[in-house]
């Protein structure tokens, strides 16, 4: 896939900044049941409230005529919704469209990373929070750890251009793993980024308070162990890299709660129910579901509505860890 040369972005916010990425939720349900991303009893949206794939694929179309130059898809967890490869195949042949990648808990990569790759899936990202076989159930309340590496390996060897590792790291519970987890990256040749977990929706398994780790203090862990170097690499994404002496890897933070970077932010998110947001950390959204179901086909009245929302793309996020400010969990949203 190529972008056709010189297009004018036309998603331009009111801060100048140009959105040429969009999340795509396509489902908010989950096979696992992280504590920090859902609380213990949940409920999840009924059928009809989802987008369809058609529904999903004529939404991204509209916006990568209107500059989007990247999809990732997510969720809850995309793998769980049935023809994710159908999808992948749709969205991949979008003309102007850089890339479809995905963010995943890596379980059912097993029996689909090589279909997602012949579909036209580029990069993966998949989320490992412990190493620990007991720890993990506990922190995904359900899942094995070894169907995750069963899943990492199989990402390894499907040819992707990159699969990069993402832990999510709570002080006092696997604060202690990150060397462990670095390692276990650069063994895999894969990249990895450690994220500062984010007061998103009211949990019952710990206060978020608690167990906030600022991604400095993992950085100044990592140097004790690791030749790192700074790295100019920018992926799209808010990562910044550090790149492992002596490897291809590179080590990144995702440091939403102690380094804002809403400066660069280049993306807008669609919840699988067709709810456009415009910030990770605001709750106002709009309903480009309705536009969808009352106005098939009709891909000028959709541009339309996404251009007068971003007007309202708000300048930062402002999160709190002592309140839960945004009442939309993490698999709402479309991490
Ligand atoms: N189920 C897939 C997965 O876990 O990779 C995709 C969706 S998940 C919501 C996307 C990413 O968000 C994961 O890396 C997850 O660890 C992260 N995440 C979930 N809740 C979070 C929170 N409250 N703060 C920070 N990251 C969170
Ligand atoms: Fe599911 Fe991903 Fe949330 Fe874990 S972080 S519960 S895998 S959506």
Same mark, same amino acid.
Request: charged content about 15%.
């Given at each position: 896939m190529k972008s056709p040369p010189n297009k004018t972005p036309s998603l331009v916010d009111p801060f100048g900044r140009t959105v040429d990425y969009l999340r795509l939720s396509v489902t908010d349900r989950c096979n696992l049941r992280c504590t920090y991303c859902m609380a213990e009893d949940m409920t999840f949206l009924p059928k009809q409230q989802i987008l369809s794939l058609e529904e999903l694929r004529d939404a991204a179309a509209v916006f990568v005529e209107l500059g989007i130059r990247k999809i990732r898809l997510t969720g809850g967890e995309p793998l769980i919704r049935c023809d994710i490869v159908k999808l992948v195949s749709s969205l991949a042949a979008l003309p102007g469209l850089d890339e479809v990648t995905m963010t995943t808990n890596? @379980? /059912? /990569?097993?029996?689909l990373a090589q279909p997602l790759k012949d579909a036209g899936l580029s990069r993966l990202n998949i989320s490992i929070d412990s190493l620990n076989a007991d720890r993990f159930r506990q922190l &995904?309340? @359900? %899942? #094995? /750890?070894h169907e995750v590496i069963a899943g990492i390996k199989a990402a390894g060897a499907a040819g992707f251009k990159k699969v990069k590792l993402n832990a999510v790291i709570l002080a006092g519970f696997n604060d202690d793993e990150i060397i462990d987890l670095a390692r276990f990256a650069v063994d895999h040749g894969m990249d990895i980024s450690f994220i500062e977990e984010m007061p998103l929706g009211e949990i019952n398994s710990h206060k978020r308070v608690n167990t906030q780790i600022s991604s400095s203090s993992l950085r100044d862990k990592l140097d004790s162990k690791f030749t790192l170097f700074d790295s100019t690499? &920018? &992926? %799209? %994404?808010p990562s910044r890299y550090l790149q492992v002496a002596n490897s291809e890897c590179k080590i990144g933070f995702i440091s939403p709660m102690s380094n804002n970077f809403c400066e660069s932010c280049n993306r807008v998110r669609m919840t699988a129910e067709g709810r456009l947001l415009l910030? /990770? %950390?605001?709750e106002h959204s709009i309903d480009l579901r309705e536009v969808l179901r009352s106005?098939?086909? #009709?891909s000028g009245l959709l541009k339309s509505k996404i251009l007068e929302a971003l007007k309202d793309k708000p300048e930062r996020h402002y999160f709190d860890p002592e309140q839960v400010n945004i009442v939309r969990f993490m698999n709402m949203t479309g991490g």
């Open positions: 890596g @379980v /059912l /990569l097993p029996a &995904t309340r @359900v %899942g #094995d /750890l690499e &920018t &992926t %799209g %994404g910030c /990770l %950390g605001n106005h098939p086909g #009709d």
